[in-house]
């Protein structure tokens, strides 16, 4: 267990559908990041919040959203869905904001769309 | 711009052999270099992080990296292969002013 907390574990959903994404980070961290890992496009960064703010955005779509909240957990909001949004994401956490730190990785959240 | 490229997306090894993993960097990254290691259906962990200071990093379950700033290179080896090995590894670059960038991730496959 690494202290990162992902649910629900596996969704399955239909096209046109709206998911959340839930995620708890490990105790004592207050950044929280969002990837997603698909077979065709491997490892993407989300985005990065930091204490309740966002901190970074790499190739998040419109159709996309998250948020952190003052418990310092995260949702990543997915609408619109469609049959390419299927694929694991995941969360991961660190102390802080800085690209130095090493990152704690939830098991992931595994969407399918059909 | 910033790049980290593994190269190979899949290498395969006999059980017992060295396995040796490449990664280089862009040569304005900063020395925060990290390997990370992703078992089939789990979530990616730590496999060890270049600092400054000693070039050679060693990490959990046998493997090292070795810093080489004049080839901008951070390659990860293991002298003998298990068949426990088999998994997707992640080459990283970090820095304080930036976020972490990722390699392509190379999948390791052990021969029997």
């Known amino acids: 267990d690494s202290g990162v907390t992902q649910t629900p574990k596996h969704l399955i959903t239909a096209t046109g559908q709206r998911v959340t994404l839930r995620c708890s980070p490990r105790?004592?961290?207050?950044?929280v990041y969002w990837y997603q890992q698909s077979l065709d496009q491997g490892l993407q960064f989300l985005i990065q919040?930091?204490?309740?703010?966002?901190?970074a955005k790499g190739n998040i779509l419109e159709r996309f959203s998250a948020q952190q909240f003052p418990d310092l957990h995260s949702e990543l909001n997915l609408s619109s869905l469609e049959l390419g949004d299927s694929a694991l994401y995941f969360c991961?956490?660190?102390?802080?904001?800085?690209?130095?730190?090493?990152?704690?990785f939830g098991a992931g959240s595994r969407l399918t769309v059909l | 711009a910033q790049s980290v490229t593994q190269l190979g997306s899949h290498v395969s090894v006999s059980e017992g052999a060295l396995v040796l993993l490449r990664c280089n960097y862009s040569?304005?990254?900063?020395?925060?270099l990290f390997w990370y290691v992703q078992y089939p259906n789990q979530g990616l962990q730590l496999l060890l992080k270049?600092?400054?200071?000693a070039t050679l990093v060693k990490g959990i379950n046998g493997f090292e990296a070795e810093f080489k700033k004049s080839e901008t290179s951070f390659h990860l080896t293991k002298p003998s292969a298990h068949m426990s090995d088999a998994a997707e590894y992640f080459c990283?670059?970090?820095?304080?002013?930036?976020?972490?960038?990722w390699g392509a991730g190379t999948k390791l496959i052990i021969k029997p």
């Open positions: 040569s304005s990254v900063p020395p925060y």
């Open positions: 919040y930091y204490n309740g703010e966002e901190r």
């Open positions: 270049y600092t400054t200071g």
């Open positions: 105790s004592g961290d207050l950044s």
């Open positions: 990283a670059a970090g820095s304080s002013n930036y976020q972490l960038i």
């Open positions: 991961a956490s660190s102390v802080d904001q800085s690209g130095a730190n090493v990152l704690t």
